[in-house]
């Protein structure tokens, strides 16, 4: 797969978008994990290029008391694929993930 050329000035302002990108999210965790936003609230946000782009397996081990395994069996029980990302949810899914979660 070739990459595509870019100018200097466009390569630094994707590279400062990325950047913005990974802060936004490393926030979104952070407040997940501290209790400050709850999963239903993300799970209503999966349009927003942040949020849906973000996996879901990342998106529950952000939930407090759940790790890697814990997150993969309730991804597993649930039907999801471990590369699923959250706009690509449906909404029996985010219902079950919801369910299972509460």
């Known amino acids: 797969m070739a990459l595509p050329k870019l ?21 979104l965790r952070a407040d997940l994990k501290k209790g400050k936003m709850k999963l239903g609230d ?3 946000k999966a349009s927003d290029p942040v949020v849906g782009r973000m996996k879901v397996s990342s998106l529950l081990e952000s939930l407090p008391g759940l790790g890697k395994v ?17 706009q690509g949810l449906g909404a029996k899914q985010k219902e079950a993930l919801l369910k299972e979660l509460s």
Do not use: I, N
């Open 7 to 27: 100018s200097d000035a466009q390569r630094k302002a994707a590279l400062k978008k990325a950047l913005e990108v990974r802060k936004s999210r490393a926030k």
């Open 70 to 86: 814990r997150a993969k069996k309730v991804m597993e029980k649930v039907g999801v694929s471990p590369s699923r990302r959250v």
């Open 42 to 44: 993300v799970l209503k």
